[in-house]
Protein backbone atom coordinates (compact mmCIF):
# COMPACT_ATOMS: atom_id res chain seq x y z
CA UNK A 1 0.00 0.00 0.00
CA UNK A 2 1.44 3.60 -0.59
CA UNK A 3 1.35 6.01 1.98
CA UNK A 4 -1.72 8.11 0.76
CA UNK A 5 -3.94 4.96 0.21
CA UNK A 6 -2.62 3.74 3.94
CA UNK A 7 -4.33 7.60 5.00
CA UNK A 8 -7.76 6.46 3.15
CA UNK A 9 -7.95 3.28 4.91
CA UNK A 10 -6.94 4.74 8.32
CA UNK A 11 -9.46 8.12 8.15
CA UNK A 12 -12.26 5.59 6.81
CA UNK A 13 -11.51 3.19 9.43
CA UNK A 14 -11.42 5.90 11.80
CA UNK A 15 -14.98 7.00 10.66
CA UNK A 16 -16.35 3.20 11.20
CA UNK A 17 -14.61 2.56 14.45
CA UNK A 18 -16.17 6.00 15.66
CA UNK A 19 -19.75 5.08 14.38
CA UNK A 20 -18.95 1.53 15.91
CA UNK A 21 -17.66 2.05 19.42
CA UNK A 22 -21.12 4.62 19.98
CA UNK A 23 -23.46 1.56 19.18
CA UNK A 24 -21.92 -1.40 21.16
CA UNK A 25 -21.90 -0.96 24.76
CA UNK A 26 -19.28 -3.91 24.85
CA UNK A 27 -16.38 -1.63 23.43
CA UNK A 28 -14.02 -1.22 25.55
CA UNK A 29 -11.58 1.88 25.65
CA UNK A 30 -8.43 -0.42 25.03
CA UNK A 31 -9.84 -1.43 21.44
CA UNK A 32 -10.56 2.81 21.42
CA UNK A 33 -6.51 3.67 22.23
CA UNK A 34 -5.80 1.09 19.47
CA UNK A 35 -7.33 2.41 16.74
CA UNK A 36 -6.07 6.15 17.66
CA UNK A 37 -2.44 4.38 17.73
CA UNK A 38 -3.04 3.42 14.37
CA UNK A 39 -4.59 6.59 13.09
CA UNK A 40 -1.25 8.40 14.43
CA UNK A 41 1.45 5.76 12.99
CA UNK A 42 -0.53 6.18 9.93
CA UNK A 43 -0.14 10.15 9.64
CA UNK A 44 3.80 9.96 10.19
CA UNK A 45 4.45 9.70 13.69
CA UNK A 46 5.42 6.24 13.57
CA UNK A 47 7.95 3.49 12.61
CA UNK A 48 8.13 0.01 11.29
CA UNK A 49 8.95 -1.01 14.63
CA UNK A 50 5.79 0.36 16.27
CA UNK A 51 3.28 -0.97 13.35
CA UNK A 52 4.91 -4.26 14.77
CA UNK A 53 3.76 -3.75 18.37
CA UNK A 54 0.48 -2.26 17.15
CA UNK A 55 -0.12 -5.13 14.80
CA UNK A 56 0.94 -7.41 17.84
CA UNK A 57 -1.30 -5.74 20.40
CA UNK A 58 -4.25 -6.25 17.98
CA UNK A 59 -4.34 -9.80 17.58
CA UNK A 60 -6.48 -12.05 19.53
CA UNK A 61 -9.30 -9.19 18.82
CA UNK A 62 -12.18 -9.56 16.24
CA UNK A 63 -14.39 -7.03 15.43
CA UNK A 64 -15.04 -7.83 11.82
CA UNK A 65 -13.40 -7.42 8.55
CA UNK A 66 -12.77 -3.30 9.20
CA UNK A 67 -10.50 -4.90 11.67
CA UNK A 68 -8.93 -7.04 9.49
CA UNK A 69 -8.76 -4.33 7.46
CA UNK A 70 -6.67 -2.55 9.51
CA UNK A 71 -4.17 -5.36 10.48
CA UNK A 72 -3.32 -5.81 7.15
CA UNK A 73 -2.37 -1.69 6.67
CA UNK A 74 -0.24 -2.71 10.00
CA UNK A 75 1.52 -5.96 8.71
CA UNK A 76 2.14 -3.69 5.28
CA UNK A 77 3.64 -0.43 7.33
CA UNK A 78 5.73 -3.06 9.86
CA UNK A 79 7.37 -4.65 6.68
CA UNK A 80 8.60 -1.50 5.14
Known sequence: ????SLRSVAQRLE???EWYFRIDPDATAWAVTL?????????GTGDA???KKLLD???GVSL???WEEMR?????????
Open 35 to 43: VSRFNKLVS
Open 72 to 80: LALLTLATR
Open 57 to 59: DTS
Open 64 to 66: GSP
Open 15 to 17: NYF
Open 49 to 51: LEA
Open 1 to 4: MQPE
